[in-house]
């Protein structure tokens, strides 16, 4: 199964603001999990 870079760095960002993550922080660690 293939997942696109994406739809991959969107839900870990949406897991994270689910959590607490701040949105900028968020971003930048999807970002990263992602990569």
Avoid: I, N, T
Avoid at 20 to 30: I, N, S, T
């Amino acid at each position: 199964m293939r997942v696109s870079y994406s739809e991959l760095k969107q839900q870990f960002k949406r897991v994270l603001l689910a959590r607490g993550v701040a949105e900028h922080l968020a971003d930048d660690c999807a970002g990263m999990f992602a990569d």
